[in-house]
């Protein structure tokens, strides 16, 4: 537990200086109906709105994480209409959500680098995203292999490794003080990984043989 712990603050450690960019508050700024409110050592949680005809079971699951309307929107296609639902079972939709995601990124951000048009101010930054959101679309299996083996602490490695990727490209982006030319992708793709870390720290117990 206490390695789990420890997981848990060095990526939120991690994940804070992330959200708190001028891009990344722009780009995750809440819309009407929604309001801020954070706890000690956590970013901001977004409270939205979430639809009444989610599986009930699935919304008491997503209220627990930072971004639950994003949680129930990319969660869901990636869940059977019979699944059942469970922490382990949204995680594992999230995983596949964000492998979705990063590669929607990737396609985007690699046909901008390559494009003769693009500066090359902004294309080194562009290229270490590429590098990062490759690097998501690897770990996928290592993460899906952490949770067959239900090995608690693998889990949070790789998924703390994902925060990793997604905070180098910004960094990136604030060193060159330019804004990214994808931010809508790069900021959704950040908030379903960090709702993966709060399912996967917080929620998920491999313990609970039930």
Request: hydrophobic content about 40%; glycine content about 4%.
């Given at each position: 537990m206490e390695m789990k712990h420890l997981t848990l603050l060095l990526s939120l450690f991690s994940f804070s200086a992330y959200t708190a960019s001028p891009l990344v508050a722009l780009a995750s700024s809440p819309s009407?109906?929604?309001?801020?409110?954070?706890?000690?050592?956590q970013p901001p949680q977004t409270v939205s709105k979430i639809p009444s005809n989610v599986n009930p079971k699935l919304k008491k699951i997503c209220q627990e994480v930072n971004h639950p309307t994003e949680c129930v929107t990319t969660a869901s296609p990636f869940l059977?209409?019979?699944?059942?639902i469970s922490p382990v079972t949204v995680l594992q939709a999230e995983i596949e959500a964000i492998d979705s995601?990063?590669?929607?990124?990737?396609?985007?951000?690699?046909?901008?680098?390559?494009?003769p048009t693009t500066s090359k101010t902004i294309t080194f930054p562009l290229n270490i995203c590429i590098d990062g959101y490759k690097?998501?679309?690897?770990?996928?299996?290592?993460?899906?292999?952490?949770?067959?083996?239900?090995?608690?602490?693998?889990?949070?490695?790789?998924?703390s490794s994902n925060v990793d990727h997604i905070s180098q490209c910004?960094?990136?982006?604030?060193?060159?003080?330019?804004?990214?030319?994808?931010?809508?992708?790069?900021?959704?793709?950040g908030k379903m990984i960090f709702n993966s870390i709060n399912i996967g720290v917080d929620?998920?117990?491999?313990?609970?043989?039930?």
């Open positions: 009407d109906g929604q309001s801020p409110s954070s706890s000690e050592g059977g209409e019979t699944a059942d995601q990063a590669k929607e990124a990737l396609a985007k951000a690699t046909k901008l680098a390559a494009d690097a998501i679309l690897k770990n996928k299996q290592a993460i899906l292999d952490a949770i067959s083996k239900r090995d608690a602490d693998e889990l949070n490695m790789e998924l910004e960094d990136a982006f604030e060193e060159a003080k330019i804004n990214s030319p994808i931010p809508e992708l790069h900021s959704l793709l929620m998920v117990d491999f313990e609970d043989k039930n």
